[in-house]
């Protein structure tokens, strides 16, 4: 998979994005990972790259600030250029926040802020990234089990995910002719710091989830980490515009 395969992943230095940055390492593929807030953090996951004997570097970015996009679009440039390449062959759509709200209290500046980060800030920065990627690449969108079921207090979060999973098979059919495959991940609910870390953090959430999954258990980073650098494999070279519920069968 590797050949000097170099990805650029969103998120990539917590989570599930930072899982999916080291399975790439472990296959030889360098990456381009962007953090929004925590460079300790993000510098800590590029030790760990270039200790499986891959490359990374960090960037800083806020996937909701569409406006600063042309200046990421170089940053992006520059840092290709420090891992002695020009365009890189694997997108990850995957840095995201969260939300709690119901329908009676959602307010229009969160239902906005979602949409900035979860749909218009991935569509934007694939676009403004386009030129950049390799013809023949791949890309992964995230998406959420929840686009598929729906639970209280995600009035807001559920429905963009849903949106997301629309965009794949759109971007799918129209880079089509540049050879570039589109899919969609869906995590279930996954023990990370997302949403204030209530599925690591909150036995009863975790027990709660656990009793509704077929395979008994809350998922982990390391769950969906190999499905993502897998999707972006000549593995599943013929996979396109396919949505992946990485979830262990919950809600069945």
Do not use: C
Request: proline letters at 4%.
């Amino acid at each position: 998979m590797s050949d000097g395969k170099i990805a650029l992943v969103t998120g990539g230095s917590r989570g599930i994005g930072r899982d999916a940055v080291l399975r790439l390492a472990a296959r030889g593929v360098s990456s381009i990972i962007t953090y929004k807030s925590n460079r300790a953090e993000a510098e800590a996951v590029v030790a760990l790259v270039e200790q499986a004997g891959a490359r990374a570097i960090a960037l800083r970015l806020d996937v909701g600030e569409a406006a600063s996009f042309d200046g990421v679009v170089e940053q992006v440039r520059q840092a290709l250029a420090d891992l002695g390449a020009s365009r890189f062959d694997y997108l990850v759509n995957n840095a995201g926040t969260s939300s709690s709200a119901s329908l009676e209290t959602i307010t229009e500046a969160e239902m906005d802020a979602l949409y900035a980060v979860h749909f218009k800030g991935p569509m934007f920065l694939t676009q403004k990234l386009l030129p950049l990627i390799n013809d023949g690449g791949r890309i992964v969108n995230i998406s959420s089990g929840l686009a598929r079921f729906a639970m209280p207090g995600r009035i807001g979060y559920g429905p963009i995910k849903a949106a997301v999973e629309s965009l794949t098979r759109y971007m799918a059919v129209e880079l089509a002719p540049r050879r570039i495959a589109v899919n969609v991940v869906a995590p279930g609910p996954i023990a990370t710091d997302f949403s204030g870390g209530m599925v690591r953090d909150n036995p009863e959430v975790n027990k709660a989830i656990s009793a509704t999954t077929a395979l008994g258990r809350a998922g982990l980073p390391e769950d969906v980490g190999p499905v993502i650098a897998g999707l972006l494999s000549d593995d599943f070279g013929w996979v396109n515009a396919q949505r992946i519920e990485v979830a262990g069968g919950i809600h069945i």
